[in-house]
C-alpha cells in the first residue's frame, strides 16, 4: 500500500501514534483549514470546528474522512456519499466525559442551593449514548428518571416491545431537572433546533433546573434568557451556546453554570474517539488494527488517580459533592468562561477558542480510585454506580 497524506486537526490526541504507520500526519487547527490545505490529503480527520461540504472538498480526491465526534452535523454526508468518499465518526466516545460532567454539574447546583437531590425526578431528552449512562448513573444520587426519546419510542413500538419512554409534556409538566442529549436537527422527524423555545420554558415547572450539553441551537438563548430575567427557571447550566464561539455574554452572566463546551472533553474519550477513526479507516483499507490507544493511557496500579474519601459524618449528597469534584470541579472551567465576559467581541471569540483548544487533561471519573476501606456501605452506590469510581 502506498504511504498516505493523512491531514487531521490539531486537538486530536495520539494522531500520529494511530495514523503514522500508515504515512505522513500533519496537523494543523480545524478552524483553519482550507480546500487548498485538503487538496493533497488522501485521509481527512476532523473535529466539529470544521465544516466538511462541497466548498473544502472541491478539488480533493480523498479516500477517508474521519470526525473524532459524536454528532455529524457539521458534515455533509450526502455530498460524502455522492463522491463515494468513506466517512466514520466517534459515536459514544465522550459519552461518559459528558455524563461525569452532568452527574458533578448536579452535584453542585444542588449544594449551592443546599438541597438534595435524593427524591428529585429528572427528565433525560435522549437516551442514546449520553442519556442511557445518566439513566443508569442518576438513580445512585437517589434521582427518579423520566426518559425521553420519541425515535426509540417509535422503534420499540414498531418491534412490538414494551418501554418506559415518556412525551416530551410528560417530562415538562413532572421533571424537576430536564438535561438534554440531542443532536441538532433543523428538519425532519424530531426536529430539535430551539427544541427549548419559549413554549417550552412556559411549560417548564416552577422552579425546574435546566441543563444543556447537546448543541447550542438546541436552546433559543434569546427565550432563556427572557425566562431567567422573569425568574422562571431555578437553575441552568449551559456548556453549550448558539453562535459558538461568540457566546452571547448576558447568556452566560444569567446562567448558574457556564462552561466552554467541554463536558466531552476528557482525555480518555478524545482517544477512544482517535482509535475509533483509526479502526474505521484500517477497516476500510483492509488492515489489521493493531494499536489501543485506551489501553495506553489507562492508570497503572502504581499511577492510579486516587481520591481521599470524604468525612463519612457528612450527608450522602455533600459526601459525594466532596468526592466527585476530586475528579472533576465544572466551576474551574466556569470560572474560565466568566473571564471573557468583559472582553471586545472578536477578543472574546478568540478566547473562547483557545479555551477549547488548550483545555487541560481532565480523565473520566471511572479511572479514579477511592480506598475501599473509606466509603461506608451506605455510600458505595454513589461511588461505583453514580460517579463509576473504582473502590479499591
Given at each position: 500500500?502506498?504511504?498516505l497524506n493523512?491531514?487531521?486537526?490539531?486537538?486530536i490526541?495520539?494522531?500520529?501514534?494511530?495514523?503514522?504507520p500508515f504515512?505522513?500526519?500533519?496537523r494543523?487547527?480545524?478552524?483553519?483549514?482550507?480546500p487548498?490545505?485538503?487538496?493533497?490529503?488522501?485521509?481527512?480527520?476532523?473535529?466539529?470546528v470544521?465544516?466538511?461540504?462541497p466548498?473544502?472538498?472541491e478539488?480533493?480526491?480523498?479516500?477517508?474522512?474521519?470526525?473524532?465526534?459524536?454528532g455529524?452535523?457539521?458534515?455533509?454526508?450526502?455530498h460524502?456519499?455522492?463522491?463515494?468518499?468513506?466517512?466514520?465518526?466517534?459515536p459514544?466516545?465522550?459519552a461518559?466525559?459528558?455524563?461525569?460532567?452532568?452527574?458533578?454539574?448536579l452535584l453542585?447546583l444542588?449544594?449551592?442551593r443546599?438541597?438534595?437531590?435524593?427524591?428529585?425526578?429528572?427528565g433525560?431528552v435522549?437516551?442514546?449514548?449520553?442519556?442511557g449512562?445518566?439513566?443508569r448513573?442518576?438513580?445512585?444520587l437517589?434521582m427518579?428518571?423520566?426518559?425521553?426519546?420519541?425515535?426509540?419510542?417509535?422503534?420499540?413500538?414498531?418491534?412490538?416491545?414494551?418501554?418506559?419512554?415518556?412525551?416530551l409534556?410528560?417530562?415538562?409538566?413532572?421533571?424537576?431537572?430536564?438535561t438534554?442529549?440531542?443532536?441538532l436537527?433543523?428538519?425532519?422527524?424530531?426536529?430539535?433546533?430551539?427544541l427549548?423555545?419559549?413554549?417550552?420554558?412556559?411549560?417548564?415547572?416552577?422552579?425546574?433546573w435546566?441543563?444543556?450539553?447537546?448543541?447550542?441551537a438546541?436552546?433559543?438563548?434569546g427565550?432563556?434568557?427572557?425566562?431567567?430575567?422573569q425568574g422562571g427557571?431555578g437553575?441552568?447550566?449551559?456548556?453549550?451556546?448558539?453562535n459558538?464561539?461568540?457566546?452571547?455574554?448576558?447568556?452566560?452572566e444569567?446562567v448558574?453554570?457556564?462552561?466552554?463546551?467541554i463536558?466531552g472533553?476528557a482525555?480518555?474519550g478524545?482517544?477512544r474517539?482517535?482509535?475509533?477513526?483509526y479502526?474505521?479507516?484500517?477497516?476500510e483499507?483492509?488492515?489489521e488494527?493493531?494499536?489501543?490507544g485506551?489501553a495506553?493511557?489507562?492508570?497503572s496500579?502504581?499511577?492510579a488517580?486516587?481520591?481521599?474519601?470524604?468525612d463519612?459524618r457528612?450527608p450522602?449528597?455533600?459526601?459525594?459533592?466532596?468526592l466527585?469534584?476530586q475528579?472533576?470541579?465544572?466551576t474551574v472551567?466556569?470560572?474560565?468562561?466568566r473571564?471573557?465576559v468583559?472582553?471586545?467581541?472578536g477578543?472574546?471569540?478568540a478566547a473562547?477558542?483557545?479555551?477549547r483548544a488548550?483545555?487541560?487533561r481532565?480523565?473520566?471519573?471511572?479511572?479514579?480510585?477511592?480506598?475501599?476501606?473509606?466509603?461506608p456501605?451506605?455510600?458505595?452506590r454513589?461511588?461505583?454506580?453514580?460517579?463509576t469510581m473504582?473502590?479499591?
Amino acid at each position: 500500500m502506498s504511504p498516505l497524506n493523512i491531514l487531521a486537526d490539531a486537538n486530536i490526541p495520539r494522531v500520529e501514534d494511530a495514523f503514522g504507520p500508515f504515512g505522513t500526519v500533519r496537523r494543523m487547527p480545524g478552524r483553519e483549514m482550507e480546500p487548498s490545505d485538503v487538496a493533497a490529503a488522501d485521509v481527512l480527520l476532523v473535529r466539529s470546528v470544521t465544516p466538511v461540504g462541497p466548498e473544502l472538498l472541491e478539488d480533493t480526491d480523498l479516500r477517508f474522512v474521519g470526525s473524532a465526534t459524536i454528532g455529524t452535523d457539521h458534515v455533509d454526508r450526502a455530498h460524502l456519499r455522492s463522491r463515494g468518499i468513506p466517512f466514520a465518526h466517534a459515536p459514544g466516545s465522550n459519552a461518559d466525559s459528558v455524563a461525569d460532567y452532568v452527574v458533578a454539574a448536579l452535584l453542585g447546583l444542588a449544594r449551592r442551593r443546599g438541597v438534595s437531590l435524593e427524591g428529585q425526578t429528572v427528565g433525560i431528552v435522549g437516551c442514546g449514548n449520553i442519556g442511557g449512562r445518566l439513566a443508569r448513573r442518576l438513580p445512585a444520587l437517589g434521582m427518579e428518571v423520566l426518559k425521553h426519546d420519541p425515535p426509540q419510542a417509535r422503534a420499540a413500538e414498531a418491534a412490538g416491545k414494551p418501554h418506559s419512554f415518556v412525551s416530551l409534556n410528560t417530562v415538562l409538566d413532572t421533571a424537576d431537572v430536564v438535561t438534554l442529549h440531542v443532536p441538532l436537527k433543523e428538519s425532519g422527524p424530531d426536529p430539535t433546533h430551539h427544541l427549548v423555545d419559549e413554549a417550552f420554558l412556559d411549560r417548564l415547572g416552577d422552579g425546574a433546573w435546566l441543563l444543556n450539553t447537546s448543541r447550542g441551537a438546541v436552546v433559543d438563548g434569546g427565550a432563556l434568557l427572557e425566562a431567567r430575567r422573569q425568574g422562571g427557571v431555578g437553575a441552568v447550566g449551559l456548556d453549550v451556546w448558539e453562535n459558538e464561539p461568540s457566546p452571547d455574554p448576558a447568556l452566560i452572566e444569567a446562567v448558574d453554570l457556564a462552561t466552554p463546551h467541554i463536558a466531552g472533553y476528557a482525555h480518555d474519550g478524545k482517544v477512544r474517539g482517535t482509535e475509533m477513526l483509526y479502526r474505521a479507516l484500517c477497516e476500510e483499507l483492509g488492515a489489521e488494527a493493531r494499536w489501543e490507544g485506551t489501553a495506553a493511557i489507562r492508570p497503572s496500579s502504581t499511577d492510579a488517580l486516587r481520591c481521599r474519601a470524604p468525612d463519612p459524618r457528612l450527608p450522602v449528597a455533600d459526601w459525594g459533592f466532596q468526592l466527585a469534584r476530586q475528579a472533576y470541579d465544572p466551576t474551574v472551567d466556569d470560572a474560565s468562561l466568566r473571564d471573557l465576559v468583559g472582553l471586545e467581541p472578536g477578543a472574546r471569540e478568540a478566547a473562547f477558542r483557545r479555551l477549547r483548544a488548550q483545555y487541560r487533561r481532565r480523565r473520566e471519573m471511572q479511572q479514579h480510585t477511592v480506598p475501599a476501606t473509606a466509603v461506608p456501605s451506605a455510600h458505595e452506590r454513589i461511588v461505583a454506580e453514580g460517579l463509576t469510581m473504582q473502590i479499591g
